[in-house]
């Protein structure tokens, strides 16, 4: 029997499962084209000029460059020298993170991982939804878990990442690095919502 990692098995899933809403938005798009098709139809049939009507169709969808690697939603460990923050929403992106990193405070880095984890499972889902709300931009569940789950892969660099800022840990090291891949999550959710397309007449 032929084995498959399980990463290799997780990513191949995620890939199915944004597949399958790729193909649920163009089930929606060809209906919307057929409804026209049927009043075009009608106009003709009417002898009515229709009216001069600027339809323009946009997939809120992520871009996918390239199927090979995973989609990165953001999450870049080597920020610009005034902020170590996220603001520019960003897909298939590099990540680069020396590996001493994964040598340093190998326990601190299980406690922070797991923490950081147990927010992603919970948390991070009402804070998504905050950001939908806030810009009026509602995800469907499958969308949601996709974003989390991308998400999730990429949170071990950013651990690593905050662990060189702190190469001698104090008392508060940890809950710091928490909230600072807190705040680097949310700001990525914000970010990823707020550059999607949106219609003309929205704001």
């Known amino acids: 029997m032929h084995y498959m990692d ?9 890939v199915n499962d944004y597949l399958q809403y790729l193909n649920q938005q163009i089930q929606q798009l060809n209906s919307k084209i057929q409804e026209m098709d049927k009043e075009i139809d009608e106009l003709k049939k009417n002898n009515i000029q229709p009216p001069v009507i600027r339809n323009e169709y946009r997939f809120d969808l992520l871009k996918v460059e390239k199927l090979e690697g995973t989609l990165n939603i953001g999450l870049n460990p ?17 990540l680069h993170t020396p590996s001493v990193a994964a040598q340093q405070n190998p326990q601190m880095f299980h406690c922070i991982q797991e923490q950081v984890k147990d927010y992603l499972n919970s948390d991070a889902y009402r804070a998504l939804e905050v950001f939908e709300h806030q810009y009026q931009y509602p995800l469907d569940e499958p969308y949601r878990k996709f974003i989390v789950e991308d998400v999730k892969k990429q949170i071990d660099q950013r651990i690593r990442y905050y662990l060189l800022k702190h190469p001698e840990p104090a008392e508060n090291t940890q809950e710091s690095i928490i909230e600072e891949v807190k705040r680097d999550i949310e700001k990525t959710f914000e970010a990823f919502i707020r550059n999607l397309p949106r219609k003309e007449n929205e704001n």
């Open 6 to 14: 399980p990463d290799m098995l997780r990513y191949m899933k995620q």
């Open 78 to 94: 080597t920020p610009s020298s005034t902020d170590s923050s996220i603001e520019e929403f960003s897909v298939g992106q590099s």
